[in-house]
Structure formats: structure tokens, C-alpha cells
């Protein structure tokens, strides 16, 4: 099992553009500040969507100028289509991801977009991101929605999520992912569905998943899926954005919980999480009302909690 994972905050993109409620810029940037400041190395800040679509991402390319100035970190967004694209790359971005939904009815429904017409799409954004010279060039993602089923269509079938994934590596990208975004995944499906998408497009080329709590089982899934080699996770500070199927449980899997568990494990993660902790703070005072989730944040550190990450620094 891998002895080191890269923890990507998700909240300020999928937290934010769940909820009502819009984030005022100076607070997103206090957030973004503070976790860097905890050890976070990636996050997600922003999406390259129609500010009325998502008015709660409209400053995206305001916070990715900022985020651009924090040393060390990866500043990624997701974006929908190539004029997204467009956008990251003319605001400086360091990682961009495209969801692709492996249900073309959540595809359609979502999108409007079939999945040859996203397909092309990619390669339309692989040749913008060829174009230009390396040292500016994002890393490339294709993002496997509905990966381990969908509310609309149900199960969705291993193989045409394998299928999609060499077709997005076909298309140009760097890596893909693969989403829980309904919270159907359990851990034994985890594994398997790693295990074949790994076997087509190789192992260096699927690192991360993005997994969800909407059924308890998200810290079960991301065990799955160290115990196959994943070394990347997105989570959300507070699982921020909840879950519209489950009221009451967190959609993404919780930051805090998530670099608990981990580091309890004696994986490090970087992360500093008492200081972690803190930056709950914010996301309470710029968002007075919203439901923020957590156990560890709620029980505190166990009496002698002693971090891989800090066992670490110490040695
Ligand atoms: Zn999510």
C-alpha cells in the first residue's frame, strides 16, 4: 500500500456549486490561503461554467489569480467544454478536468451532449492545450462521472466505463478519473472497476478518485482504493454542499476525516490537522446556515493522535 496521497480539496468548485448561498471572493481566497497554509497541495477552486449557470463560481478566474500566487500549490478547475478550456488557460491554471459522464442519459440530461459529441470535445481541448508550449501547458484530465452507477439509468456497466476511459486516453488525455457521484460505489466494486480501467489504460494513467458518502461507504471506498494503489483522493472541507439524494450526509467524502483517517494509518499526507481543523472557521463565518459535516472535527483528535506526517517532520 502506498505510503504517501496526495488529498485534493474539491469544496471551493463541488462544495460551493451545491449550495445556494455564494461565497463572497475574499473569503474563498482566506480559504484557499488556509489550507495551502495546512499542507493542501491541490485544490480545485473553480469551474470555467456560464456565470449564470453557476453564479457561485462566476469569480473563478479572479480566485485562480490568486490561487496562482500561493508557492507550491496546484491550481485546478473543472470545465465543461473547450470555451472552458479557453478560460483556464488564458487564467493561468496548472490542472484542468473534464467530466465525462459514463451514463450518456446523465450525459444528456446534464450537458445535453452525447459521448462522441464530448469525445470530440476533448480532442477540440487536446489541441488547444498541444498548441501551446509545455512549461504553460495544464495537465489534462478526463473526469468519469457516474462511474459506479446512476441515478437515472441504474447500474452502469463496467465495460462501458472502460471503454470510455481508453477512448478518452485515445483522445489525448493525460490521466482519467473515476467518480462515485451518486454514492452507489462499494468497496469490492472499487477495486474491480480500478483494477480493469488500469488494465487498458495503464497504472500511471488512473491515480484518483473522487468518491462520495451518500450511503456511509466514502472512507470504505478510499480503503478499497489504497489497497489498489490509487495515491490521489478529493475530498471537501466539511463536505460542504451535502448530498441531494441523502439529506443529512456529506456528498463528498469530508477533508478532515478523510487526512484522519489516513494519517492514523501512517500515510502522510502533508497535511497539518489540527491546523486543518481551523479552517472550518471560515466556511462558518462566510456561509452562516450551511450544514458543514464531520466526525472527526466534532469528536477532536483521539488523546495521543500522533500524525504519519508529523512523525515525519519530527524524524
Ligand atoms: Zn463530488
Not at 236 to 264: K, Q, R, Y
Amino acid at each position: 500500500m502506498t505510503t504517501q496521497v496526495l488529498v485534493s480539496e474539491v469544496g471551493p468548485r463541488d462544495g460551493l456549486q451545491s449550495i445556494q448561498a455564494v461565497m463572497p471572493l475574499e473569503a474563498k481566497k482566506a480559504w484557499i490561503a488556509a489550507e495551502a497554509a495546512a499542507g493542501v497541495t491541490e485544490i480545485e477552486v473553480g469551474s470555467f461554467v456560464p456565470a449564470k449557470l453557476l453564479p457561485q463560481l462566476a469569480d473563478t478566474a479572479e480566485v485562480v489569480a490568486y490561487a496562482r500566487t500561493i508557492p507550491g500549490l496546484t491550481v485546478a478547475v473543472l470545465v465543461p467544454n473547450l470555451k472552458g478550456a479557453a478560460a483556464a488557460v488564458a487564467a493561468g491554471v496548472h490542472k484542468i478536468t473534464i467530466p465525462l459522464s459514463a451514463s450518456e442519459t446523465h450525459s444528456l440530461k446534464n450537458v445535453r451532449r452525447t459521448h462522441a459529441q464530448m469525445l470530440d470535445e476533448v480532442r477540440g481541448i487536446v489541441a488547444l492545450l498541444r498548441s501551446l508550449p509545455a512549461e504553460r501547458r495544464p495537465k489534462f484530465e478526463g473526469g468519469l462521472s457516474t462511474a459506479f452507477g446512476c441515478t437515472l439509468e441504474g447500474e452502469v456497466p463496467a465495460d462501458r466505463v472502460v471503454q470510455l476511459a481508453g477512448q478518452l486516453m485515445e483522445a489525448g488525455c493525460d490521466e482519467v478519473g473515476l467518480s462515485d457521484t451518486t454514492g452507489y460505489a462499494n468497496p469490492a466494486q472499487v477495486k474491480a472497476l480500478v483494477r480493469r480501467v488500469r488494465a487498458v489504460v495503464g497504472d500511471h494513467a488512473l491515480s484518483g478518485l473522487h468518491l462520495h458518502n451518500t450511503r456511509g461507504l466514502g472512507l470504505a471506498n478510499v480503503l478499497a482504493g489504497l489497497e489498489v494503489g490509487i495515491s490521489t483522493f478529493d475530498s471537501s472541507l466539511g463536505g460542504l454542499g451535502g448530498c441531494p439524494f441523502a439529506p443529512g450526509a456529506s456528498g463528498n467524502i469530508v477533508t478532515e476525516d478523510l487526512v484522519f483517517m489516513l494519517e492514523a494509518m501512517g500515510i502522510g499526507t502533508g497535511i497539518d490537522l489540527a491546523r486543518l481543523l481551523e479552517v472550518r472557521h471560515i466556511l462558518r463565518d462566510a456561509l452562516p446556515g450551511e450544514a458543514i459535516y464531520g466526525f472527526t472535527p466534532e469528536a477532536g483528535l483521539p488523546l495521543g493522535f500522533r500524525s504519519a506526517t508529523h512523525a515525519e517532520t519530527a524524524a
